[in-house]
């Protein structure tokens, strides 16, 4: 392996059919990069469906009322489903050993002005603990508290954007912003990863909220944080007895499955993580594929290449090289090529995906990426078939007589 007359005479061989290596070389590192690019697009899905959840708790359920489809208990069907104050004590209570945290949410939009500026916002009735199913980040001041909920106070945790909209380069804290018709303090600025949406929401206490519209104690939605130890069985588990709770409550018929909505979040991401990892499957097959063209194309190469220089061999073998010598020359220029290839193919490959980042975000492809271990071992995989494709028809062709092989045309 190490003889260097063998390597002068690879590199000589090489220098003379430029075009046959370049075509043996190209047909490596295409594949190896084509299988890098796929493979490494595989993972951006992965990646896109885990930045999804990536914003907001995954042990979390978003319980929404609807209407009946169907009349139960004396109750007639098309009746509007209403959740109140009663169902966050009552599954509290009931649930102790599921459930972490529950809250409350209440949605509406109006204008919010501050001095001269106004602009049109959602704001958020919610509990304290709220907080945690958003993952909502304070950047400044605080988030509602208990005593907030409790004394009904008339507080508000804006968004960064509005804090922007409104405010200009002037801190939003301590000020008062009008919501509909209604001062509240700001007592904090808040941040949100899912981006600009979320953060031209504005929080304020959902007592308050209930208070302003004649002290109601109606409520759109209901979040419930479960506990993460229960795991996901568990949450199944959970979604089924919450289930069972809320139509027994509201005398909503067992199989009616529109009188109120669960979204169980740890379960859709099992889904959706189950999703990526088939469209991983099927991206990383047709990836292998390629890998398999490129060994067929250097093995169809090398055929061509051993046929051409059969007289050579012949005459080798009449000055006395050996099969095994004539074998080893032919393999190592074979393996020299599809390393060199392969390696390249390989390096270009995790360049591209590198550089690609987040620009592919609207395929919904996010930082494709490729383990080096997993681009290291296609790479060598090939090396080895493309040794392989080398050996088999330099062994035919070590195996003609050199009288056979010099009348070759």
Known sequence: MFNRDNWKEIFETIQKNKLRTFLSGFTVALGILIFVV?????????????????????????????????????????????????????????????????SPRVDRSGIVKYKNESNNYTTRGVSESYQFAEK?????GRYLNHEDIKEKAKYAVIGRLVEKDLFKNESALGKYI?????????????????????????????????????????????VIGFK?????????????KLGDFIREKKFIDPTDQRGFFIRNVADQLKQNQQFAGVLQIIVAFVAFGTIIAGIIGISNIMVFVVKERTKEIGIR???????????????????????????????????????????????????????MGTAIFATIVLIFFGGVAGYIPARRAARIKPIVALRDE
Request: glycine letters at 8%; a negative charge.
């Open 38 to 102: 796929l493979y490494g697009f595989g993972n951006g899905l992965i990646n896109t469906f885990n930045e999804f959840f990536e914003d907001d708790a995954t042990n979390t359920f978003f319980v929404f009322p609807g209407r009946t489809s169907m009349p139960y208990k004396g109750y007639k069907s098309n009746r509007e489903i209403e959740f109140d104050n009663s169902d966050l004590t009552d599954i509290e209570e009931s649930f102790p050993l599921f459930v972490e945290y529950i």
């Open 136 to 140: 909502t980040i304070i950047m400044k």
């Open 178 to 222: 009008d919501v509909t018709g209604s001062a509240f303090k700001v007592i904090g600025v808040f941040q949100d990863d899912a981006g600009d949406d979320e953060e031209r929401r504005i929080y304020i206490p959902y007592t308050t909220r209930q208070l302003i519209e004649k002290n109601t104690d109606k409520i759109n939605q209901i």
């Open 228 to 240: 993460p130890e229960i795991g996901y069985s568990g949450a199944m588990t959970f979604e089924r």
């Open 317 to 371: 073998k009449a000055l006395g090289a050996t099969p095994k010598a004539v074998i080893g020359t032919i393999l190592l220029e074979s393996v020299f090529i599809t390393t060199v290839s392969g390696v390249l193919g390989m390096i270009i490959g995790v360049v591209m995906l590198s550089s690609l980042g987040d620009t592919l975000k609207d395929y919904f492809i996010t930082n494709p990426f490729i383990n």
